[in-house]
């Protein structure tokens, strides 16, 4: 079973996660960042992955810290749930289309920590949240993963579509990158291990 837990308690959060890389789509995502809960759930749905998170944070001084910490906690828990990374197929590739949006992202799931994300939102917030936490979230996830993650915003209007079609296509990427291959023995790399 494919599956780890986290909790994280800080003086500027308090959060509880768990993840199941082979589940249904089921979320159970209860934060006071209401539009980060929102792209948790689409990335489970879209991942056909399980998740279950309860955080609360400093909301009053901005989204900032909890939004940072749930990205580590999720990164932590999928590095964990992956265990040896046998047989997986390692990389994921999605493009989603989400209205006037178009988002790409690639993964691989190679055990060395990186980020490159391009593309502009035309808006500083979503609601009361502040775009540029889209970076800090994916940033975070793919240090504690341990993974390469590739993000490009191809084009898009609405800031709402282009950060939706950006979690829904990493769900996609990362369900590819972690589904297991019968035809692949121990680990896809030459060095032999990840």
């Given at each position: 079973m494919r599956i780890a837990e986290r909790t994280r308690k800080t003086k500027e959060t308090d959060i509880a996660l768990s993840f199941s890389i082979d589940g249904k789509g089921n979320s159970n995502i209860e934060t006071n960042v209401p539009f980060m809960?929102?792209?948790?759930?689409?990335?489970?749905?879209h991942g056909n992955f399980d998740l279950t998170v309860n955080a609360k944070g400093d909301v009053d001084i901005d989204?900032?810290?909890t939004t940072e910490d749930i990205g580590i906690c999720l990164g932590q828990v999928l590095l964990e749930a992956l265990g040896d990374k046998a047989g997986i197929k390692r990389y994921g590739t999605a493009f989603v289309p989400m209205d006037d949006a178009l988002a790409q992202v690639s993964i691989d799931l190679s055990n060395r920590p990186h980020l490159e994300m391009r593309g502009e939102f035309p808006s500083q917030k979503v609601g009361t949240f502040d775009t540029e936490?889209?970076?800090?979230?994916?940033?975070?996830?793919?240090?504690?993963?341990r993974m390469n993650l590739h993000v490009i915003v191809h084009y898009?209007?609405?800031?709402?579509?282009?950060?939706?079609?950006?979690?829904?296509?990493?769900?996609?990427?990362?369900?590819?990158?972690?589904?297991?291959?019968?035809?692949?023995?121990?680990?896809?790399?030459?060095?032999?291990?990840?």
């Open positions: 809960s929102h792209m948790l759930d689409l990335f489970t749905k989204d900032h810290h936490l889209v970076h800090e979230f994916l940033w975070k996830l793919a240090l504690e993963a898009g209007t609405n800031t709402h579509h282009m950060i939706e079609a950006v979690f829904k296509a990493l769900g996609r990427a990362l369900d590819e990158a972690t589904t297991i291959d019968p035809r692949i023995t121990g680990v896809p790399s030459t060095k032999g291990m990840l």
